[in-house]
């Protein structure tokens, strides 16, 4: 069945993932900063809006996929934002990677006016948006997840409804404490072995077939060892994310003290200039802490 559908916030994510949802057959309507990201919706039959509230004018469901907390504020309490215009009913899908405290009163506020939210980021990057094959974490009420729940098989391959307003972005949260701490273990296992003299691919094969096998170890271990940080995942966008979940540990007092590590080396990966470059390059960081300078053998 067909459904009117918004989509705000065409980046590297938010581009394919409304293609995606144009071409499983719904209307849609679409609003990027920039007109150019909007070209290629257009051409496969969507509408352009010049404002965000044109797209809540038109849409029953609006997803927003932006790149941190005071975007998504923008559009939903920033003037001509989405508020203004919303009724009840219509419901908001936030993708974004934002706080959870944000997102909890975010709902708070859309619900004062009828309208629905769920807090839903993604894990799977560009490759995962483009592929439909993202994993999906939700937070919201369980019926409203049971409405959108249909789209959100159009978009990943792995939907889970963690729990209430917020729950999503903390399992987000949760992914990026894990993905940074297991890019820190390869960073440093790889580079233990050249200090070794062994060769670190070899060691990576020996690896990949025990217990220290991970998604990480193959894909971000083989960018280190090909010196390819193109990214899937920035530096900048991780080092958001990191900062997200210490604000909120700090908030609620909680010790983590591996991801404060990571966060401060990504932090130096931006100081040195490297926050386009694939969060893999927290092994630059490692290798420059032990002796190797920016040269790489």
Do not use: Y
């Not at 404490?177 to 960073?187: Q, R």
């Amino acid at each position: 069945m067909s459904m009117k559908l918004g989509f705000i916030g065409l980046g590297i994510m938010g581009r394919p993932m409304a293609l995606n949802l144009r071409q499983a057959g719904h209307a849609l309507w679409v609003h990027g900063r920039r007109p150019v990201t909007m070209k290629v919706l257009v051409e496969a039959g969507a509408q352009a809006c010049h404002t965000v509230a044109d797209v809540a004018v038109n849409a029953d469901i609006i997803f927003i996929m932006v790149s941190d907390t005071p975007d998504v504020e923008n559009i939903i309490h920033g003037e001509g934002g989405l508020l203004q215009r919303l009724r009840p009913g219509q419901v908001v899908v936030d993708m974004s990677t934002i706080s959870p405290a944000a997102t909890r009163r975010l709902a708070q506020a859309l619900e004062a006016q009828g309208v629905e939210m769920l807090d839903a980021p993604v894990s799977g990057g560009e490759i995962g948006a483009i592929n439909a094959a993202l994993s999906i974490m939700v937070g919201g009420k369980e019926n409203t997840f049971r409405r959108v729940n249909p789209l959100f098989d159009v978009l990943g391959k792995k939907v889970v409804h963690v729990g209430d307003h917020g729950a999503g972005q903390v399992a987000k949260a949760c992914n990026q404490i894990v993905a940074g701490l297991t890019i820190e273990a390869v960073s440093e296992a790889l580079t233990f072995a050249r200090r070794n003299g062994v060769d670190p691919a070899r060691v990576r094969e020996a690896l990949m077939g025990g217990f220290a096998g991970s998604k990480i170890l193959e894909i971000h271990g083989q960018r280190m060892l090909d010196n390819d940080f193109k990214p899937g995942f920035t530096v900048k966008l991780h080092q958001k994310d990191l900062r997200i979940v210490m604000e909120d540990a700090h908030t609620l007092g909680v010790g983590l003290p591996g991801a404060a590590l990571v966060a401060q080396h990504l932090n130096a990966l931006m100081g040195s200039g490297d926050g386009e470059l694939d969060s893999a390059a927290i092994v630059k960081v490692i290798e420059r802490m032990s002796g190797f300078g920016s040269a790489r053998t």
